[in-house]
């Protein structure tokens, strides 16, 4: 069977930038093993796969993958395939925006995108809120897996920490953009982080430094995850989302509607923008959204 799909780059609106997304579309009928092994084809951080909705007032449902394994979400496949499938709808340029809401393993994601001219923006809100894991690893151990001294690990308040929202992160802050630029994954650092005992497997590791070309909360970012067969990521929606537990845990922030800034992908060529908003009332985090843009890069037949 002849089946559509189309590559976008996403959290960009710049092509060549980004993080390269394939979303199949006509997934129906392909079984979990086929899924993957089109994963591993197209050999990009994730592949997502659109399906009929369980419920037919939403849009699509979709199933995530990377090269090794399905995910219960991501943020570049929600992204990219609310973008593309905004632009594919009748009604989109007809309105300022187009609002639906997408099924991925962890619930269901409302998306709002706005499109122009084989581009868009979406945002969407998280159907669950960051869970913190409370088993932050030694600050020894992240520098060992990194190559970097422990005196490079932490700024301010900020000291390792991990968090999840479906996939689980290590959040490693480093003291400078140099030390973030210069961190390399070493293997057998990695696994000697071990495995978070709450999932029952390893956490990718996510670092930060703070961005001295902005004002306000503006981060760099890299994200490391061999256990998923993505050896670093040029960005990475699901982090951003944990990425609030992280501002939760170590900013003085009050209630009220807070935007953060993460710039990822630098080191590797492929600059990322993603924007986070977290609304806090009564000192409790209350929701999470994210955002960013997308581009249309390609689309062919998978003759499978």
Same mark, same amino acid.
């Given at each position: 069977?002849?089946?559509?799909?189309?590559?976008?780059?996403?959290?960009?609106?710049?092509?060549?930038?980004?993080?390269?997304?394939?979303?199949?579309?006509?997934?129906?009928?392909?079984?979990?093993?086929?899924?993957?092994?089109?994963?591993?084809?197209?050999?990009?951080?994730?592949?997502?796969?659109?399906?009929?909705?369980?419920?037919?007032?939403?849009?699509?449902?979709?199933?995530?993958?990377?090269?090794?394994?399905?995910?219960?979400?991501?943020?570049?496949?929600?992204?990219?395939?609310?973008?593309?499938?905004?632009?594919?709808?009748?009604?989109?340029?007809?309105?300022?925006?187009?609002?639906?809401?997408?099924?991925?393993?962890?619930?269901?994601?409302?998306?709002?995108?706005?499109?122009?001219?084989?581009?868009?923006?979406?945002?969407?809100?998280?159907?669950?809120?960051?869970?913190?894991?409370?088993?932050?690893? /030694?600050?020894?151990?992240?520098?060992?897996?990194?190559?970097?001294? @422990? $005196? *490079? %690990? &932490?700024?301010? !308040?900020?000291?390792? #920490?991990?968090?999840?929202?479906?996939?689980?992160?290590?959040?490693?802050?480093?003291?400078?953009?140099?030390?973030?630029?210069?961190?390399?994954?070493?293997?057998?650092?990695?696994?000697?982080?071990?495995?978070?005992?709450?999932?029952?497997?390893?956490?990718?590791?996510?670092?930060?430094?703070?961005?001295?070309?902005?004002?306000?909360?503006?981060?760099?970012?890299?994200?490391?995850?061999?256990?998923?067969?993505?050896?670093?990521?040029?960005?990475?929606?699901?982090?951003?989302?944990?990425?609030?537990?992280?501002?939760?845990?170590?900013?003085?922030?009050?209630?009220?509607?807070? /935007?953060?800034?993460?710039?990822?992908?630098?080191?590797?060529?492929? @600059? $990322? *923008? %993603? &924007?986070?908003? !977290?609304?806090?009332? #009564?000192?409790?985090?209350?929701?999470?959204?994210?955002?960013?843009?997308?581009?249309?890069?390609?689309?062919?037949?998978?003759?499978?």
């Amino acid at each position: 069977m002849a089946r559509r799909f189309v590559t976008l780059d996403v959290f960009t609106e710049t092509p060549f930038a980004g993080n390269p997304l394939a979303v199949v579309l006509d997934a129906d009928g392909l079984d979990v093993g086929a899924m993957q092994r089109i994963a591993a084809e197209f050999n990009l951080s994730e592949t997502v796969f659109v399906l009929p909705p369980d419920e037919t007032r939403r849009k699509a449902r979709l199933r995530i993958f990377t090269p090794t394994r399905e995910l219960p979400f991501a943020g570049h496949p929600v992204i990219g395939a609310a973008v593309l499938l905004a632009l594919r709808d009748g009604r989109a340029g007809l309105a300022d925006a187009t609002a639906f809401g997408l099924e991925v393993e962890i619930g269901v994601i409302p998306c709002v995108v706005e499109t122009a001219g084989g581009r868009g923006r979406a945002r969407f809100t998280l159907p669950l809120l960051p869970a913190y894991l409370e088993e932050d690893p /030694e600050t020894e151990a992240v520098a060992a897996a990194l190559g970097l001294a @422990p $005196s *490079e %690990i &932490g700024f301010g !308040l900020h000291a390792p #920490s991990r968090h999840s929202v479906g996939p689980a992160f290590t959040f490693v802050p480093l003291a400078s953009i140099a030390a973030l630029d210069r961190a390399r994954l070493d293997p057998a650092g990695f696994a000697a982080l071990g495995e978070t005992s709450a999932l029952g497997q390893p956490s990718a590791l996510y670092l930060y430094a703070v961005d001295p070309d902005g004002i306000g909360h503006r981060y760099q970012a890299r994200m490391f995850a061999p256990h998923l067969g993505v050896a670093e990521d040029p960005a990475t929606g699901s982090a951003a989302a944990a990425f609030a537990g992280v501002m939760m845990q170590f900013e003085p922030l009050g209630d009220g509607t807070h /935007e953060v800034a993460i710039r990822q992908g630098i080191a590797m060529g492929r @600059p $990322s *923008e %993603i &924007g986070v908003q !977290l609304v806090i009332a #009564s000192g409790a985090l209350h929701t999470v959204e994210i955002s960013g843009a997308a581009v249309l890069m390609s689309e062919g037949t998978l003759l499978v």
